[in-house]
């Protein structure tokens, strides 16, 4: 058996708990953690073979002729917060991605994820990207709304049948719309950058964590009901597949009238805020994937 290579941070509930489940299964882990990168890391890497090289990482030294799959759970920021503020920090992050993103994409193993380059520097897709990204994606999107025009905005907010939420185009951070000084600071903002609107749909929130050909569900409901959500966790394969993507978590909305809507989807995936249980579900699913490959050889 060869070497599961991860790459995160110490603090990622979700690397520790795909280590744990690897550990139990007796498979052979190099975990490089982004957190404590230098100077333990030492990587040599010839592009024209794809996976002719080696990495050493505190004292352990592998091929990469030996690695089987890869877990990629590094966000390009190797340094301390202090550090990134000085151009010196800002150029070993740029220049670390760079070396990641481009290895990982030309490697011939398994990567979780093995991005494409559009979703390079793109972790959240509100449901503007995926409009652009999937304009036939099966479930239904809801009303949004991206203009430089304030008056527009506050006319979206308050011809919306549901919540309104108002998030930036480049992070996850939304903000609810309720009027009174919600429109004015609509109106602040509208003068230096583009508004991006969504109205929430009502109905019960579901999140589904697709795994390879895995769907666990975290539904407040609990239903359990694994036979009944197979047409929708087939409508998230369908999603995840046609963006390339072998590990991502759809926000899911399953409206009165039986209608299933996708607010967003997030290519990196937290776990923290789950239970144990699903966390375990997850990360289970995580290490069937990982050495999949292995096993069927």
């Known amino acids: ?14 690397c520790r708990a795909v280590r744990e489940e690897l550990a139990s299964r007796r498979r052979d882990v190099l975990f490089v953690a982004e957190d404590r990168l230098f100077p333990g890391l030492r990587f040599a890497w010839t592009p024209r073979t794809r996976n002719d090289g080696r990495i050493c990482y505190e004292g352990r030294e592998i091929s990469l002729a030996d690695v089987d799959a890869v877990l990629s759970r590094a966000w390009g920021v190797p340094v301390a917060p202090e550090e990134f503020e000085t151009a010196d920090g800002r150029y070993v992050c740029a220049e670390w991605n760079a070396l990641l993103v481009a290895w990982l994409h030309a490697l011939p193993c398994p990567v979780f994820n093995h991005l494409k380059p559009e979703l390079w520097y793109k972790t959240q897709l509100n449901a503007a990207d995926l409009a652009a990204l999937l304009p036939d994606m099966p479930f239904r999107r809801p009303r949004t709304l991206v203009t430089t025009k304030s008056d527009e905005a506050i006319s979206f907010a308050r011809g919306a049948r549901g919540r309104v939420r108002y998030s930036p185009l480049t992070r996850r951070s939304p903000y609810r719309v309720r009027g009174g000084t919600d429109d004015a600071e609509l109106v ?7 508004l991006h609107l969504a109205e929430r749909p009502d109905g019960d929130a579901v999140e589904a964590f697709v795994v390879c ?31 390339g993507l072998s590990f991502c978590k759809l926000s899911l909305i399953e409206a009165a009238n039986g209608d299933w809507y996708c607010l967003d989807l997030d290519r990196m995936p937290q776990l923290g805020a789950y239970s144990p249980h ?4 997850v990360a289970r699913a995580l290490a069937d994937g990982l050495v999949a490959v292995r096993a069927k050889a």
């Open 278 to 281: 699903l966390q375990r579900k």
């Open 1 to 14: 058996m060869g070497v599961v290579l991860m790459f995160g941070r110490d603090d990622d509930p979700c």
């Open 213 to 243: 050909t895995e769907v666990v569900f975290d539904d407040p409901r609990d239903q359990g009901d694994a036979e009944g959500r197979a047409p929708v966790a087939r409508l998230c394969l369908d999603v995840a597949g046609a963006l």
């Open 188 to 194: 602040s903002l509208g003068s230096a950058l583009p």
